[in-house]
Structures are given as structure tokens and as C-alpha cells.
């Protein structure tokens, strides 16, 4: 038996005790015998799907900032009901944010508006003008008006309607009121900025951000409910298990918890990265408690693809994140640490680049320590022209370093043709692995840390590149219980006779258990 072996055991054991979980789990794994767990590769698994499921929250329920069910609300609701706007005393901290405005009734000549005011009056809002069933994003500036982009879309009361903003990007939605575009959710997207705002204004500063409230107004209109907060999602992808330094599951009160890739109002640089939690019993449940988005170089951003690393001999949560454009400035990693309170809650995390080798660009990082040295995977990309190139490289910090310190790459991927990502760094038995995924063959690649090829997972492959999140659970009679938690990409707005969102909002978040052979 290895040392990590025994780190492993134990760190399950301590983290089910005290948990309803623990009693039937722990004493069975930590009694285990080691001799069948260490002969387990990963072609001895065999997984199949069991749940497949989209959360879909313009404001996620438990970060729900501002609530007209609130007290104090009633008076903000009078107001609108006689033709006035609220500015609330809510902000966001960081440009991912949404106002939802239940209309119960609007007159044949009203209008209703939701958006972000300063106390000025300057802001970016989205208004449905009934008369002629036009939505429109507006942008207000010392007193004047700008519509950015409109469309027609009749709307009758009641529905509800959204302002969404994800970083300078902004729509507006709604659900009810007789539009239909033929997607399976209730949010119908109904216009949006289509890029312009950006050259108007950069939310990423927080000099622009911070005189924002969370505003809402209308003429003509009753409101039934006004909430705000920070913006949900549209889709999850990139799902990442929330891990002990040494792999094993961070359990708390016998819950999972993962970070993930919300998708926003458009391409990667729009999405955030949200906080999960999962009774792995009821998968379908799993609910977000937490947005985590960073601040480095003097800019708010909504960093994602990234993981959050539990190290315990250090009392600290390690956050990475993903972060940047494709090919200027480039795609980076940018890393943090806080304390249990980056498990719920909006947090804003202060960061800055971690110093990783890599050629053009580098993504999808999987972090462990191996051995008492902190090991990395993650995705080069190699070149941008004639096409996209990434491949998956595997390095170490320096011995007896810390994880941001002196990383060496050890070992290049140079056999496998295709591009492939989604780097994560697994023990089967007491061997580690890395796990990456391939588009264009459709498989789960495995290499040994030497990055030499074994047999690929046998697992599906649903659509997009969905990330090998694959994990072991101490199970019934001492035998492990093997998941894999990940994503596909299948769009939003498929189905839509309307699209207006764009690539880059999924998807559905896929669950399957593996079978031993």
C-alpha cells in the first residue's frame, strides 16, 4: 500500500464523519482491501447516463439580491404603479446581473424598463413599449437616450420580463406573454445589444460599475414583483468537482460540490463561473449557492473553466479560473485562495496570473498533489493559423514548492492528431491518470503520467466536448461507487425560429455511473 493510498482512505473517512453519510460509507472504505482497488484501471469501468438535466435561472434563487417580497417592497411597487422608476440600494459587484419584473398589467400605451441606473440617471436598461410591441437596449448618458438595438415583439400582460447582463453584453427576455420561439425553456430571448454596447461602455471597470443600482420602472404598469441579483445561466459546461489537494471529493454534510461554466448573453467571454452543490443520491437537485467572479489588472471579470481545490494543511480553498480572448489577449490562467466562504454566496475573488508554461495560450487546468508536489495538467495551444491547435501537457512545481511556484511542464502530448481538452488528473487504483476529451474522434482519451496512450473510457459521448469529470465514492460493502459528472453542448436556443444568443450557451449537464467489468 501506497502513502497515498492511505491519504486517500483517510481523507474520505474524515470527510463523511459526522454526516448521515458517514456512518454507512466510511467505516466500509477505510476497512477496504487495498489489493482489489490498486489492480482498477480505467477500461475496467464501463459508464452509462442516468441523468440528464438544464438549470436555467436568470437569477439564481438562493442569491437573489433585491426582492419586492421583501419588506419595504410594497412602496417600490406603488411607485412604478404611478408611472415612477426605482433606483434600489443593490449592486452587483461585478458586471453579471438581472432584473425581473413580473407585469401583471400594461396599458395599451405603457412601457416597462429594467436595467442598471446611477443616481444621475446614466445606465443601460432594456424597455417593451406596448404601443408599438417594440423591445429595445438603451444606453443613458447625461440625460440622453441611445437605442442600441430594437425589434419587434408583442407582448400581452401578464408575462414577465428581464433585463440580463453579462459582462458588456445585454439582452432582454421574457416568459409569458404570447412569444414563442420555439425553445424548450421559458425565457424567451427577445433582442440584444448584438455587440454594440462595448464600444459605449466597459462594465469591467469598476468606475463604471460601481454608481450602478439595480433599477426598474414603468408607465401604465402594474408589477406584481420585482427581484435582482446576479445573473444565473442559460447552461452549464466545463463541470468541475470540487476536490481534496490529494483528488478525493470534498464532502461537506454529505453534499458534492462543483464549480461549473454558466453561460451568458453570448461566447465564452460572457459566461461566469457558478458554485454548485449535489446530493449524489438525487443528482437532478443540485443547486447553485455561489458565483465566484475576479478581480486582477483593475478590471471585474467572470473568469471560468477553471476548479476549486480544497488544502487542508494550508486552510485554504485554491480557486483557478480561465480567462481572456482568443488570439489577443490570449487565454490564461488566473488563480486565488479564500476560505470556506468561496462555497456560497457571491464572491469576488482578488487574482492574478498563474505563471504556467505554455506557447500561444493555455486552458482547462486540473490541479493535485502527487506525492507531496503539486502537479498540473492543461491544454497549450500550440498555434492559431492555419487552424486552432491545443494539446494537453503535464507539469509539475517546483518540489517542495507551492502551487504557483517554479511549474515545469514534464511531459508533452506529440502521438495523439486531433486537438483535445478537458484536462483532469485521476487516480484509478493506485495509479494517476490524465483524462482529456476529443471532439473530433468522440472519445475520452487516457494517457499513464508519462503521457504514453492507454485504451480510451468507455463512456458516452454526448454532443460537444464534454470534460472527463470522473470521480469514486465510497460505496456499499466497501467497493467504490465510480461517477462521471459532465456537460454537452447542446444550445439554448435550439429549435428557435428566432436566435438571438449566439455559440457558446450550453448546455445540458449530463450524469452517468460506471459498471465494473
Same mark, same amino acid.
Given at each position: ?57 436568470? !437569477? ?122 420555439? !425553445? ?13 454596447? +462595448? ?29 435582482? /441579483? ?21 464532502? $461537506? ?84 485562495? /479564500? ?9 469576488? !475573488? ?44 503535464? +507539469? ?12 515545469? !511542464? ?28 476529443? +471532439? ?34 465510497? /460505496? ?40 465494473? $467489468?
Amino acid at each position: 500500500m501506497t502513502n497515498d493510498d492511505q491519504l486517500s482512505r483517510r481523507g474520505a473517512v474524515a470527510l463523511f464523519a459526522g454526516t448521515a453519510a458517514s456512518a454507512a460509507l466510511a467505516p466500509p472504505a477505510a476497512a477496504a482491501a487495498p489489493a482489489a482497488a490498486e489492480r482498477l484501471t480505467p477500461s475496467d469501468l464501463h459508464f452509462e447516463i442516468t441523468h440528464r438535466f438544464r438549470p436555467v435561472h436568470l !437569477i439564481p434563487p438562493r442569491l437573489v439580491q433585491y426582492d419586492t417580497e421583501r419588506a419595504g417592497g410594497g412602496a417600490a411597487l406603488a411607485r412604478v404603479r404611478a408611472d415612477g422608476t426605482v433606483r434600489t440600494d443593490e449592486r452587483p459587484v461585478a458586471p453579471w446581473a438581472s432584473v425581473v419584473l413580473d407585469v401583471r398589467e400594461l396599458a395599451a400605451d405603457g412601457s416597462v424598463t429594467a436595467g442598471l441606473g446611477a443616481a444621475d440617471g446614466d445606465g443601460v436598461r432594456v424597455r417593451y413599449d406596448a404601443g408599438p410591441g417594440t423591445v429595445s437596449v438603451e444606453w443613458v448618458r447625461a440625460g440622453a437616450v441611445r437605442t442600441v438595438n430594437s425589434a419587434r415583439v408583442p407582448l400581452a400582460a401578464p408575462f414577465r420580463f428581464a433585463f440580463v447582463v453579462t459582462a458588456n453584453a445585454v439582452g432582454a427576455f421574457s416568459a409569458g406573454g404570447g412569444y414563442d420561439s420555439g !425553445i424548450a425553456y421559458p425565457w424567451q430571448p427577445l433582442v440584444t445589444d448584438h455587440g454594440r454596447l +462595448a464600444d459605449l461602455m466597459d462594465l469591467h471597470r469598476p468606475a463604471q460599475l460601481e454608481p450602478l443600482r439595480y433599477a426598474f420602472g414603468g408607465r401604465g404598469a402594474v408589477l406584481g414583483r420585482a427581484q435582482a /441579483g446576479p445573473f444565473g445561466q442559460f447552461g452549464l459546461r466545463d463541470v468541475s468537482l470540487v476536490r481534496n489537494a490529494d483528488g478525493t471529493p470534498y464532502v $461537506r454534510e454529505g453534499l458534492l460540490h462543483f464549480t461549473a461554466t454558466s453561460s451568458g448573453v453570448g461566447y465564452a467571454h460572457q459566461a461566469h463561473t457558478g458554485v454548485w452543490r449535489m446530493d449524489p443520491a438525487r443528482p437532478e437537485r443540485m443547486e447553485q449557492v455561489g458565483s465566484h467572479f475576479f478581480s486582477y489588472e483593475g478590471l471585474l471579470v467572470g473568469n471560468h473553466g477553471g476548479q476549486l481545490v480544497r488544502d487542508a494543511e494550508r486552510d485554504r480553498f485554491i480557486a483557478l479560473a480561465c480567462g481572456g480572448n482568443l488570439p489577443t489577449p490570449g487565454v490564461t490562467v488566473r488563480h486565488g485562495t /479564500g476560505g470556506e466562504e468561496l462555497l456560497s454566496g457571491v464572491r469576488l !475573488i482578488r487574482a492574478k496570473r498563474l505563471e504556467l508554461p505554455f506557447q500561444e495560450a493555455a486552458w482547462d487546468p486540473a490541479l493535485r498533489l502527487i506525492d507531496g508536489r503539486w502537479h498540473y495538467a492543461y491544454a497549450d495551444v500550440t498555434g492559431f493559423q492555419p487552424s486552432l491547435r491545443f494539446r494537453p501537457v503535464l +507539469a509539475a512545481a517546483a518540489p517542495g514548492g507551492d502551487y504557483d511556484e517554479g511549474v515545469r !511542464i514534464r511531459h508533452r502530448d506529440t502521438s495523439w492528431p486531433n486537438n483535445n481538452e478537458g484536462c483532469r488528473l485521476q487516480r484509478f487504483g493506485d495509479r494517476w491518470y490524465l483524462l482529456t476529451s476529443d +471532439a473530433e474522434s468522440r472519445q475520452y482519451l487516457v494517457r499513464d503520467m508519462s503521457m504514453r496512450p492507454r485504451r480510451p473510457l468507455d463512456a458516452p459521448f454526448p454532443l460537444g466536448t464534454p470534460f472527463p469529470e470522473v470521480f469514486a465514492l465510497p /460505496g456499499a460493502g466497501g467497493r467504490e461507487e465510480w461517477l462521471m459528472v459532465t456537460s454537452d453542448e447542446r444550445a439554448y436556443e435550439d429549435g428557435s425560429s428566432r436566435p438571438q444568443l449566439g455559440y457558446g450557451v450550453h448546455g445540458d449537464v449530463v450524469v452517468m455511473r460506471a459498471v465494473r $467489468r
